[in-house]
């Protein structure tokens, strides 16, 4: 049953980082009320929420105060307990479900999920033991990548093989999980597709944006995409079949691999807002976080569109310092920070977002302003 969500009524977050915060501070413009399931005390989400629950995100009694002061719930991340937000949806109004959750936080039904909705994927093969990926490696060959089912993010859990004198690298990635190990694809360019989807099934997605990784991390989104118009079509086919497919209801991202011929390899998922779609925040009619907020309150879907060109670039822990010293020097720069207190290295700690009509100008100008000159 689909619920229409109104001002004045509670959206509760599971979840307590960047992305809850982001979606809090969409969702408080239009009145809404905030509860989050955070841990720590102090958090970004928690920063702005109205109602705090400090709690492990499987707590059963904390999950059901959760419930009790919602009207909807949410996620801000996938690697939440499962069981428990499947326990959740029966005494709570939960429009995502928990089996795009369950899907999507193992990367064996993930790829199960899109070559099934009829997408591309790398060829893989699951192995459970060291012992099996060294009997089974010939049949990707080299290169190749192995990757922990689960809890692997920004390039963790993942190992690279060139040869068959690396395969002992791979050996503990098995401690964690069971892996999968994919053929390496020689992408020309590695772009995602933000779609969001409401109850009713309307869809739309966010222009497709070109990620730059550094060190496995994204360092930079790039909107528009340089790619053709073609594959842009492509790619929001794409993600339209993923979302279908997965009976999505909130907000999908699609990371793919271009390759020189134009064909699209489909990486991975993630089931809420992303990092490649922050830089809707200014650049669109419509952001990532607020189209999300509609859609899982049942309200109607805003068509986007990209008011100017854009670059958003990342500020890890080693950037703050940096940026601080230099917001002066940019006022047309917006500056996104999401109240950590300790800047790590490599920490996520907010973003930049530059609007321009010469995305080479500005790039140039991003590099020469040397605050992100320590990767
Ligand atoms: P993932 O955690 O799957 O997003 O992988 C992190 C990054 O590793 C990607 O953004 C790519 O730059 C690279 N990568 C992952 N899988 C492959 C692959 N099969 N072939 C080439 N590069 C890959």
């Known amino acids: 049953m689909i619920k229409t969500i109104y001002p ?52 059963e009694a904390a999950l059901e105060e959760l ?27 939960v429009p995502q479900g928990a089996e795009i959750i ?10 199960e999920a899109i070559a099934n909705a009829g997408s591309p994927v790398a ?32 390039g963790k859990g993942q190992q690279k093989l060139n040869s068959k004198d690396d395969l002992p690298l791979a050996k503990s990635l098995f401690e964690h999980s069971q ?3 994919e053929g390496f694809v020689p992408f020309e360019k590695e772009i995602s597709v933000i779609i969001h989807r409401n109850g009713l099934g309307e869809t739309y997605c966010l222009p497709v944006g070109e990620n730059i990784h550094v060190n496995h991390i994204l360092h930079e989104t790039i909107v528009p995409a340089r790619i053709t118009d073609e594959t842009k079509r492509k790619a929001e086919e794409e993600a339209a079949k993923i979302a279908e497919h997965l009976e999505l209801v909130g907000t999908l991202a699609v990371e793919m691999f271009v390759l020189k011929d134009g064909q699209l ?18 650049a669109c009619n419509i952001s990532q976080f607020a189209q999300h907020i509609r859609a899982v309150c049942g309200w109607p879907l805003r068509k986007p569109k990209l008011h100017a060109p854009s670059i958003m670039v990342n ?61």
């Open 8 to 59: 004045g009524q509670t959206i509760g977050i599971i979840g307590g980082g960047q992305l809850g915060r982001m979606m809090a501070l969409a969702a408080k413009e239009a009145g809404f009320k905030i509860a989050v399931l955070e841990p720590a005390m102090d958090s970004p989400c928690g920063q702005v929420a109205d109602i705090r629950i400090v709690a492990p995100y499987d707590d």
């Open 179 to 181: 892996c999968i190990v």
């Open 265 to 282: 390899i489909i990486n991975e998922l993630a089931p809420r807002p992303h990092n490649s779609g922050h830089y809707s925040i200014e």
């Open 315 to 375: 500020v890890l822990g080693q950037h703050v310092a940096p940026l601080t010293n230099s917001i002066m020097k940019y006022p047309d720069w917006s500056i996104h920070l999401y109240g950590k207190s300790e800047a790590k290295v490599n920490r996520k700690m907010g973003h930049v977002t530059v609007l321009t009509d010469d995305l080479e100008t500005t790039l140039k100008e991003i590099e020469a302003s040397g605050i992100w000159s320590e990767k």
């Open 102 to 111: 369950r899907i999507t936080q193992n990367r064996v039904t993930e790829k």
């Open 123 to 154: 060829p893989y093969i699951v192995c459970n033991s060291y012992e099996e990926l060294v009997e089974k490696i010939d049949e990707i060959g080299y290169p190749s990548i192995v990757k922990t089912a689960r809890f692997g993010y920004d």
């Open 67 to 93: 419930a009790e002061v919602s009207d909807v719930i949410t996620f801000e991340f996938e690697n939440i307990d499962y069981e428990g937000l499947k326990r959740l949806t029966e005494i709570a109004y």
